[in-house]
């Protein structure tokens, strides 16, 4: 898991000696669900600097903009299909992100 | 003193350059690496497998398995008689960059032209890890919904070969293909499709054409 690994490597960097908590942004398409990322987080900062810090996870949902028509909507699950042209060449604007956003440390 | 860090970074953005050093390492040995990606169960192995011994006398091959647990499908795929490392993703639902970099230490990859990477059973996060394939083959089995490409469209998108498998069963099933290969070129129009059956060998003559062409293309 390499949220863990971006944590330690900035937290290095500034000299901190401990993060306490690690702010992370996960499109609703990302294919990673908070669970799942919570749980590997946890494993992953064991023993290190990161150790017991609070991980917050900020959901971005997904839009997706039609190629034909330009309009822009929730794709309803996965189906992209335009709601107003019918067009399938919508692609996302947003919904995928999975990024380390900021970390507090000390 | 607590102090906060602006980051921004993208997670992917590590797995991105791993992967280019995998890319780099593969057209230095002019191999065609595949990232074979599919739901569960479509037919990867059976492909693989078939492939391989229809192929083996011509051409040498090298294999990726990846799955969550179990090694069952490396010992189907070294029954071929073909180099083959397990990679067990355990936690993890798709294959990334890094476990094939060092899976490759593994593989003594003199001699193969050709390196099949099976990827985990799931057509979401797998569209997302570049591993620094030549190129994604989407694997789609006539006993799916004709419209798998419309609900997973990043999937046919990114690949650049579409095999629809298991085409023996088509008199059995109320399966469309047409408007299967209609949708996937809806959502790729440069998607290359095959119709195949592993059980009886239709339409294989076509994707093995296809896979050397590649070669020729890798090896330059
Ligand atoms: N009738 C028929 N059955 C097939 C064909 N190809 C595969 N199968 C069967 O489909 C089932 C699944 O095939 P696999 O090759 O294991 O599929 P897979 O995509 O590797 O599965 P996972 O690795 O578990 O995701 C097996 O029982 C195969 O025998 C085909 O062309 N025709
Ligand atoms: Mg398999
Ligand atoms: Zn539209």
Redesign the pocket.
């Known amino acids: 898991m390499s949220v863990a690994q971006i944590v330690v490597e900035r937290a290095r960097e500034e000299g901190a000696s401990k993060a306490l908590s690690v702010t992370v942004e996960v499109g609703e398409l990302s294919g990673v669900t908070p669970e799942a990322l919570e749980f590997c987080y946890e494993a992953a900062v064991m023993g290190g600097l990161a150790e017991g810090s609070r991980l917050v996870i900020k959901r971005v949902p997904a839009v997706a903009v039609c190629g034909e028509c330009g309009e822009t909507f929730a794709p309803n699950e996965r189906i992209f299909v335009c709601p107003k042209c019918e067009g399938f060449t919508a692609s996302l604007k947003s919904g995928e992100e999975l990024a380390v956003i900021e970390i507090e440390v000390e | 003193m607590a102090k906060t860090l602006e980051i921004r970074k993208n997670v992917l953005a590590k797995n991105d350059e791993i992967a280019r050093e995998n890319r780099e390492f593969f057209q230095s040995r002019g191999l065609a690496a595949l990232n074979f990606v599919s739901s569960p169960g479509a037919g990867?192995?059976s492909l693989i497998v078939r492939t391989i011994n229809d192929l083996k006398a011509r051409v040498n091959f090298a294999v990726i398995e990846g799955?969550q647990q179990t090694d069952n499908?490396a010992k189907k795929i070294e029954q071929t008689g073909a180099q083959v490392v397990q990679i067990n993703t355990v936690s993890s639902c798709h294959l990334d960059a890094d476990m094939i970099k060092k899976s490759l230490g593994s593989l003594d990859m003199d001699g193969a032209k050709y390196l099949f990477i099976?990827n985990v059973?799931n057509l979401v996060c797998p569209a997302s890890y570049d591993l620094g394939e030549m190129m994604k083959v989407a694997v789609m089995s006539v006993t799916e919904g004709e419209d798998k490409p419309v609900k997973y469209p990043k999937m046919f998108r990114v690949s650049s070969a579409l095999v629809i498998t298991k085409t023996d069963l088509l008199p059995y099933l109320d399966f469309d293909v047409d408007l299967a290969v209609d949708y996937a070129l809806k959502v790729n129009p440069a998607i290359k499709v095959f119709k195949v059956s592993v059980k009886n060998g239709e339409g294989l003559e076509g994707w093995y054409n296809f896979l050397l062409t590649l070669s020729d293309a890798a090896g330059r």
Do not use: N, P, V
């Open positions: 990867k192995t799955d499908d099976e059973g």
